[in-house]
Protein backbone atom coordinates (compact mmCIF):
# COMPACT_ATOMS: atom_id res chain seq x y z
CA UNK A 1 0.00 0.00 0.00
CA UNK A 2 2.82 2.41 0.26
CA UNK A 3 2.52 3.72 -3.25
CA UNK A 4 -1.29 4.62 -2.10
CA UNK A 5 -1.22 8.30 -1.93
CA UNK A 6 -2.90 9.87 1.45
CA UNK A 7 -4.12 12.99 0.33
CA UNK A 8 -5.22 14.68 2.90
CA UNK A 9 -3.38 13.79 5.90
CA UNK A 10 -5.14 13.03 9.62
CA UNK A 11 -5.94 10.51 12.01
CA UNK A 12 -7.51 7.58 11.78
CA UNK A 13 -11.06 6.87 13.63
CA UNK A 14 -11.86 3.48 14.63
CA UNK A 15 -15.37 2.69 13.29
CA UNK A 16 -18.37 0.73 13.72
CA UNK A 17 -22.13 0.20 12.93
CA UNK A 18 -24.42 2.95 14.21
CA UNK A 19 -27.60 0.70 13.69
CA UNK A 20 -30.28 -0.91 14.64
CA UNK A 21 -29.49 -4.65 15.55
CA UNK A 22 -30.28 -6.63 17.94
CA UNK A 23 -28.98 -7.13 21.43
CA UNK A 24 -27.76 -10.17 23.63
CA UNK A 25 -31.21 -9.77 25.00
CA UNK A 26 -32.87 -9.88 21.54
CA UNK A 27 -34.01 -6.14 22.18
CA UNK A 28 -33.36 -4.11 19.46
CA UNK A 29 -31.60 -0.89 19.91
CA UNK A 30 -31.49 2.13 17.87
CA UNK A 31 -29.07 4.39 19.44
CA UNK A 32 -25.41 5.26 18.31
CA UNK A 33 -23.52 2.65 19.76
CA UNK A 34 -20.40 2.25 17.67
CA UNK A 35 -17.49 4.06 16.81
CA UNK A 36 -18.23 6.71 19.31
CA UNK A 37 -15.62 8.45 21.11
CA UNK A 38 -14.94 7.29 24.15
CA UNK A 39 -12.65 9.97 25.51
CA UNK A 40 -10.77 9.57 29.17
CA UNK A 41 -13.13 12.13 30.46
CA UNK A 42 -15.86 8.91 30.67
CA UNK A 43 -14.86 7.96 34.20
CA UNK A 44 -15.15 11.47 35.37
CA UNK A 45 -18.74 11.76 34.08
CA UNK A 46 -19.51 8.50 36.22
CA UNK A 47 -17.61 10.22 39.29
CA UNK A 48 -20.51 12.94 39.24
CA UNK A 49 -23.13 10.41 39.91
CA UNK A 50 -21.87 9.38 43.23
CA UNK A 51 -24.10 10.66 46.11
CA UNK A 52 -24.20 14.07 47.50
CA UNK A 53 -22.09 13.38 50.79
CA UNK A 54 -19.00 12.69 48.79
CA UNK A 55 -16.39 14.52 50.10
CA UNK A 56 -14.61 18.37 49.52
CA UNK A 57 -11.28 16.53 48.77
CA UNK A 58 -12.98 13.99 46.63
CA UNK A 59 -15.35 16.46 44.89
CA UNK A 60 -11.96 18.29 44.29
CA UNK A 61 -9.66 15.66 42.39
CA UNK A 62 -12.93 14.57 40.76
CA UNK A 63 -13.20 18.40 39.44
CA UNK A 64 -9.36 18.38 38.32
CA UNK A 65 -10.17 15.00 36.71
CA UNK A 66 -12.86 15.90 35.03
CA UNK A 67 -11.06 18.88 33.36
CA UNK A 68 -8.16 17.05 32.28
CA UNK A 69 -11.09 14.48 30.73
CA UNK A 70 -12.78 16.87 28.97
CA UNK A 71 -9.78 18.69 28.12
CA UNK A 72 -7.92 15.73 26.68
CA UNK A 73 -11.55 14.54 25.07
CA UNK A 74 -11.89 18.04 23.33
CA UNK A 75 -8.36 17.04 21.48
CA UNK A 76 -9.25 13.88 20.40
CA UNK A 77 -12.87 14.91 19.25
CA UNK A 78 -10.87 16.90 17.21
CA UNK A 79 -8.51 14.98 15.98
CA UNK A 80 -11.39 12.44 15.40
CA UNK A 81 -13.01 15.28 13.27
CA UNK A 82 -11.50 14.68 9.96
CA UNK A 83 -11.93 12.95 7.23
CA UNK A 84 -8.36 11.00 5.45
CA UNK A 85 -8.48 10.69 1.53
CA UNK A 86 -7.08 7.74 0.22
CA UNK A 87 -6.28 7.40 -3.34
CA UNK A 88 -7.57 3.62 -4.30
CA UNK A 89 -6.76 3.33 -7.60
CA UNK A 90 -8.45 4.33 -11.18
CA UNK A 91 -11.40 6.84 -10.43
CA UNK A 92 -11.72 5.72 -7.19
CA UNK A 93 -10.79 7.47 -3.35
CA UNK A 94 -11.70 5.95 0.02
CA UNK A 95 -12.90 8.55 3.01
CA UNK A 96 -12.33 7.05 6.37
CA UNK A 97 -13.46 8.98 9.58
CA UNK A 98 -16.74 9.45 9.02
CA UNK A 99 -17.53 5.95 11.07
CA UNK A 100 -18.44 3.51 7.89
CA UNK A 101 -16.06 4.06 5.00
CA UNK A 102 -16.72 6.16 2.33
CA UNK A 103 -15.73 5.61 -1.61
CA UNK A 104 -16.01 8.27 -4.28
CA UNK A 105 -15.50 7.91 -7.98
CA UNK A 106 -14.94 11.27 -9.59
CA UNK A 107 -14.22 12.24 -13.00
CA UNK A 108 -15.38 14.26 -15.96
CA UNK A 109 -19.14 13.49 -15.70
CA UNK A 110 -18.74 14.67 -11.65
CA UNK A 111 -19.11 12.87 -8.33
CA UNK A 112 -20.55 9.59 -7.30
CA UNK A 113 -20.25 8.69 -3.63
CA UNK A 114 -20.62 5.14 -2.13
CA UNK A 115 -22.16 5.61 1.28
CA UNK A 116 -22.78 8.89 2.97
CA UNK A 117 -21.34 8.85 6.93
CA UNK A 118 -22.24 8.98 9.93
CA UNK A 119 -24.14 12.37 11.04
CA UNK A 120 -21.75 14.16 12.74
CA UNK A 121 -19.32 14.23 9.86
CA UNK A 122 -21.53 15.15 7.34
CA UNK A 123 -19.78 18.80 6.73
CA UNK A 124 -16.78 17.31 6.78
CA UNK A 125 -17.52 14.64 4.40
CA UNK A 126 -19.10 17.27 2.19
CA UNK A 127 -16.31 19.49 2.12
CA UNK A 128 -13.63 17.02 1.54
CA UNK A 129 -15.47 15.42 -1.46
CA UNK A 130 -15.42 19.31 -2.63
CA UNK A 131 -11.88 19.73 -2.00
CA UNK A 132 -10.94 16.30 -3.60
CA UNK A 133 -13.32 16.86 -6.74
CA UNK A 134 -12.13 20.37 -7.42
CA UNK A 135 -9.02 19.41 -9.32
CA UNK A 136 -11.08 16.43 -11.05
CA UNK A 137 -14.64 18.23 -12.19
CA UNK A 138 -16.09 21.32 -11.86
CA UNK A 139 -19.07 19.02 -12.32
CA UNK A 140 -21.32 18.09 -8.89
CA UNK A 141 -22.40 14.90 -7.18
CA UNK A 142 -24.37 12.79 -9.56
CA UNK A 143 -24.79 9.88 -7.87
CA UNK A 144 -24.76 8.31 -4.25
CA UNK A 145 -25.16 4.52 -3.56
CA UNK A 146 -26.29 3.23 -0.66
CA UNK A 147 -25.03 -0.22 0.28
CA UNK A 148 -27.49 -1.11 3.06
CA UNK A 149 -29.75 1.02 4.90
CA UNK A 150 -27.72 1.77 8.70
CA UNK A 151 -27.28 4.97 9.49
CA UNK A 152 -23.27 5.28 9.83
CA UNK A 153 -23.57 4.72 6.20
CA UNK A 154 -26.66 6.69 5.03
CA UNK A 155 -27.05 9.63 7.60
CA UNK A 156 -25.12 12.14 5.37
CA UNK A 157 -27.46 10.94 2.29
CA UNK A 158 -30.03 14.46 2.44
CA UNK A 159 -26.95 17.00 2.80
CA UNK A 160 -25.21 15.47 0.07
CA UNK A 161 -27.88 14.61 -2.28
CA UNK A 162 -28.50 17.94 -1.71
CA UNK A 163 -25.66 19.53 -2.97
CA UNK A 164 -25.59 17.40 -6.22
CA UNK A 165 -27.26 17.50 -8.71
CA UNK A 166 -29.17 14.73 -11.04
CA UNK A 167 -27.71 14.38 -14.87
CA UNK A 168 -31.18 14.43 -16.99
CA UNK A 169 -34.48 16.09 -15.50
CA UNK A 170 -34.62 18.28 -12.92
CA UNK A 171 -34.51 21.93 -12.81
CA UNK A 172 -30.63 22.60 -12.37
CA UNK A 173 -31.29 26.40 -10.96
CA UNK A 174 -34.03 25.03 -8.70
CA UNK A 175 -34.21 24.98 -5.05
CA UNK A 176 -32.10 21.72 -3.92
CA UNK A 177 -34.37 21.29 -1.09
CA UNK A 178 -36.98 19.99 -3.31
CA UNK A 179 -36.97 16.04 -2.56
CA UNK A 180 -36.83 15.58 -6.40
CA UNK A 181 -33.80 18.12 -7.02
CA UNK A 182 -30.56 16.70 -6.03
CA UNK A 183 -28.78 14.04 -6.67
CA UNK A 184 -29.71 10.11 -7.54
CA UNK A 185 -29.67 7.97 -4.66
CA UNK A 186 -29.37 4.71 -5.65
CA UNK A 187 -29.42 1.27 -3.27
CA UNK A 188 -31.81 -1.95 -3.35
CA UNK A 189 -35.38 -2.22 -2.92
CA UNK A 190 -35.32 -3.82 0.85
CA UNK A 191 -33.26 -0.20 1.91
CA UNK A 192 -35.90 1.90 1.01
CA UNK A 193 -38.42 -0.61 3.18
CA UNK A 194 -36.42 0.00 6.14
CA UNK A 195 -36.56 3.80 5.65
CA UNK A 196 -39.80 4.42 4.88
CA UNK A 197 -43.49 3.59 6.04
CA UNK A 198 -46.60 2.75 4.65
CA UNK A 199 -48.46 5.68 3.32
CA UNK A 200 -49.77 7.56 6.41
CA UNK A 201 -47.71 6.60 8.94
CA UNK A 202 -44.04 8.22 9.64
CA UNK A 203 -41.25 6.33 8.25
CA UNK A 204 -37.84 6.19 10.26
CA UNK A 205 -35.92 8.04 8.20
CA UNK A 206 -36.82 11.69 6.76
CA UNK A 207 -38.34 11.04 2.96
CA UNK A 208 -34.91 13.08 1.56
CA UNK A 209 -32.86 10.63 2.98
CA UNK A 210 -34.76 7.74 0.79
CA UNK A 211 -33.36 6.15 -2.43
CA UNK A 212 -34.68 7.48 -5.35
CA UNK A 213 -33.83 4.52 -7.59
CA UNK A 214 -34.53 0.99 -6.04
CA UNK A 215 -34.16 -2.06 -7.77
CA UNK A 216 -35.32 -5.96 -7.33
CA UNK A 217 -33.60 -9.06 -8.25
CA UNK A 218 -29.97 -9.05 -8.29
CA UNK A 219 -28.29 -6.69 -9.53
CA UNK A 220 -28.16 -3.12 -11.29
CA UNK A 221 -26.03 -1.67 -13.75
CA UNK A 222 -25.02 1.43 -15.36
CA UNK A 223 -21.98 3.45 -16.78
CA UNK A 224 -20.64 6.53 -15.05
CA UNK A 225 -16.92 8.44 -15.77
CA UNK A 226 -16.27 6.07 -18.60
CA UNK A 227 -16.31 2.97 -16.44
CA UNK A 228 -19.02 0.32 -15.79
CA UNK A 229 -20.30 0.04 -12.29
CA UNK A 230 -22.10 -2.84 -11.18
CA UNK A 231 -24.47 -3.31 -8.07
CA UNK A 232 -24.57 -6.69 -7.14
CA UNK A 233 -26.90 -7.77 -4.34
CA UNK A 234 -26.40 -11.08 -2.24
CA UNK A 235 -29.36 -12.46 0.03
CA UNK A 236 -29.32 -11.71 3.38
CA UNK A 237 -25.76 -11.32 4.19
CA UNK A 238 -25.33 -8.43 6.33
CA UNK A 239 -28.68 -7.06 6.29
CA UNK A 240 -31.49 -8.00 3.25
CA UNK A 241 -31.22 -5.27 1.30
CA UNK A 242 -26.34 -5.16 0.89
CA UNK A 243 -25.50 -3.80 -2.37
CA UNK A 244 -21.70 -4.85 -3.43
CA UNK A 245 -20.39 -2.37 -5.51
CA UNK A 246 -18.03 -2.97 -8.26
CA UNK A 247 -15.92 -0.62 -10.19
CA UNK A 248 -14.91 -2.50 -13.10
CA UNK A 249 -12.29 -0.48 -14.47
CA UNK A 250 -10.76 1.34 -11.95
CA UNK A 251 -11.25 -2.22 -10.62
CA UNK A 252 -12.21 -1.68 -6.98
CA UNK A 253 -15.04 -3.10 -4.96
CA UNK A 254 -17.03 -1.40 -1.97
CA UNK A 255 -17.85 -4.66 0.06
CA UNK A 256 -20.33 -2.31 2.52
CA UNK A 257 -20.36 -3.80 6.34
CA UNK A 258 -20.49 -7.23 4.85
CA UNK A 259 -16.64 -6.87 4.69
CA UNK A 260 -15.06 -5.47 8.10
CA UNK A 261 -11.52 -5.49 8.91
CA UNK A 262 -12.25 -4.39 12.62
CA UNK A 263 -14.76 -6.45 13.95
CA UNK A 264 -16.33 -10.56 13.69
CA UNK A 265 -18.83 -9.56 10.94
CA UNK A 266 -22.38 -8.10 12.54
CA UNK A 267 -25.01 -10.02 11.15
CA UNK A 268 -28.67 -8.08 11.72
CA UNK A 269 -30.76 -10.54 11.94
CA UNK A 270 -33.70 -8.24 12.66
CA UNK A 271 -33.12 -7.18 9.47
CA UNK A 272 -32.78 -9.83 7.44
CA UNK A 273 -28.94 -11.01 7.96
CA UNK A 274 -27.75 -14.68 8.09
CA UNK A 275 -24.22 -15.94 8.76
CA UNK A 276 -24.66 -18.28 5.50
CA UNK A 277 -24.99 -15.37 4.10
CA UNK A 278 -22.36 -13.62 5.05
CA UNK A 279 -20.32 -16.25 3.71
CA UNK A 280 -21.78 -16.51 0.28
CA UNK A 281 -21.13 -12.77 0.15
CA UNK A 282 -17.71 -13.40 1.16
CA UNK A 283 -16.69 -16.18 -1.35
CA UNK A 284 -19.12 -13.68 -3.94
CA UNK A 285 -16.87 -11.30 -4.01
CA UNK A 286 -13.64 -13.38 -4.36
CA UNK A 287 -14.91 -14.57 -7.07
CA UNK A 288 -15.12 -10.88 -8.42
CA UNK A 289 -11.21 -10.20 -7.44
CA UNK A 290 -8.19 -11.30 -8.89
CA UNK A 291 -4.70 -10.39 -7.26
CA UNK A 292 -2.27 -8.77 -9.11
CA UNK A 293 0.80 -11.08 -10.18
CA UNK A 294 2.81 -11.50 -6.87
CA UNK A 295 -0.45 -11.72 -5.00
CA UNK A 296 -0.52 -8.43 -2.86
CA UNK A 297 -2.67 -5.42 -5.09
CA UNK A 298 -4.90 -6.50 -7.68
CA UNK A 299 -8.70 -6.25 -7.68
CA UNK A 300 -8.72 -3.35 -4.49
CA UNK A 301 -11.70 -4.17 -1.35
CA UNK A 302 -12.87 -0.95 0.14
CA UNK A 303 -14.50 -2.78 3.82
CA UNK A 304 -17.51 -0.86 5.68
CA UNK A 305 -14.98 -0.17 8.89
CA UNK A 306 -11.41 -1.13 8.52
CA UNK A 307 -8.57 -0.68 6.16
CA UNK A 308 -8.03 -0.66 2.51
CA UNK A 309 -7.72 -4.33 1.70
CA UNK A 310 -6.86 -7.01 -1.47
CA UNK A 311 -8.22 -10.29 -1.96
CA UNK A 312 -5.51 -11.87 0.20
CA UNK A 313 -7.16 -9.82 3.26
CA UNK A 314 -10.83 -10.93 2.03
CA UNK A 315 -9.37 -15.12 1.95
CA UNK A 316 -8.36 -14.96 5.38
CA UNK A 317 -11.45 -13.18 7.14
CA UNK A 318 -13.77 -15.51 5.04
CA UNK A 319 -11.90 -18.26 6.03
CA UNK A 320 -12.02 -17.10 9.75
CA UNK A 321 -16.02 -16.88 9.58
CA UNK A 322 -16.60 -19.50 7.84
CA UNK A 323 -14.58 -21.66 10.45
CA UNK A 324 -16.31 -20.11 13.07
CA UNK A 325 -19.70 -20.70 11.71
CA UNK A 326 -18.54 -24.58 11.19
CA UNK A 327 -17.43 -24.63 14.91
CA UNK A 328 -20.67 -23.97 15.98
CA UNK A 329 -22.82 -25.49 13.21
CA UNK A 330 -21.17 -28.63 15.00
CA UNK A 331 -21.85 -27.88 18.72
CA UNK A 332 -25.61 -27.16 17.60
CA UNK A 333 -25.23 -30.63 15.99
CA UNK A 334 -24.43 -31.88 19.60
CA UNK A 335 -27.32 -30.19 21.45
CA UNK A 336 -25.35 -27.54 22.87
CA UNK A 337 -27.09 -24.40 24.30
CA UNK A 338 -26.18 -21.00 23.56
CA UNK A 339 -24.80 -20.62 27.12
CA UNK A 340 -22.91 -24.18 26.79
CA UNK A 341 -21.22 -22.61 23.28
CA UNK A 342 -20.61 -19.40 24.41
CA UNK A 343 -18.65 -20.89 27.40
CA UNK A 344 -17.08 -23.13 24.83
CA UNK A 345 -15.58 -20.09 23.40
CA UNK A 346 -15.44 -20.84 19.63
CA UNK A 347 -13.98 -17.56 18.44
CA UNK A 348 -11.20 -18.07 21.13
CA UNK A 349 -8.09 -18.06 18.87
CA UNK A 350 -9.50 -14.93 16.62
CA UNK A 351 -10.32 -12.91 19.72
CA UNK A 352 -6.94 -10.92 19.29
CA UNK A 353 -7.39 -9.76 16.01
CA UNK A 354 -11.42 -9.86 15.63
CA UNK A 355 -12.71 -9.96 19.56
CA UNK A 356 -14.32 -7.41 21.90
CA UNK A 357 -15.54 -7.80 25.57
CA UNK A 358 -17.07 -3.97 25.49
CA UNK A 359 -18.74 -1.56 22.56
CA UNK A 360 -21.57 -2.26 20.43
CA UNK A 361 -20.62 -5.52 18.82
CA UNK A 362 -18.88 -7.84 21.44
CA UNK A 363 -17.70 -11.56 20.82
CA UNK A 364 -20.54 -12.53 22.82
CA UNK A 365 -22.90 -11.07 20.44
CA UNK A 366 -21.49 -12.29 17.44
CA UNK A 367 -21.91 -15.98 18.66
CA UNK A 368 -25.33 -15.58 19.47
CA UNK A 369 -26.13 -14.29 16.12
CA UNK A 370 -23.98 -17.06 14.46
CA UNK A 371 -25.71 -19.67 16.91
CA UNK A 372 -29.72 -18.14 16.10
CA UNK A 373 -28.55 -18.03 12.84
CA UNK A 374 -27.86 -21.41 12.10
CA UNK A 375 -30.79 -22.47 14.85
CA UNK A 376 -33.62 -20.46 12.59
CA UNK A 377 -35.85 -22.81 10.88
ZN1 LIG B 1 -21.35 -0.01 9.41
ZN1 LIG C 1 -24.10 -1.96 8.83
Not at 80 to 88: D, K, P, T
Not at 192 to 207: F, H, I, L, Q, V
Amino acid sequence: MSDRQVLFPSSQRRGGCAERSEGADGVVSSATHFGRTDHPGASAWRLSRLPSSARRGIRAVFYSLLWLGLSTGLIRAQQNSEIHVLHVQGNVYMLVGAVGNIAVQAGNDGVLLVDTGAAQMTDQVLATVKQLAKPITNRPIRYIINTHFHPDHTAGNEKLRAAGTTITGGNVAGNISDATEGAALFAHENVMKRMSAPTGSEGPRPSGAWPTDTYFGDKKEFFFNGEAIQLLHPNSAHTDGDSIVFFRRSDVISAGDIFMTTSYPIIDLRNGGSINGVIDALNFILDLTIPAEKQEGGTMVIPGHGRLSDEADVVEYRDMVTIIRDRIRDMIKKGMTLEQVKAAKPTRDYDPIYGSTSGFWTTDMFVEAVYKSLSAK
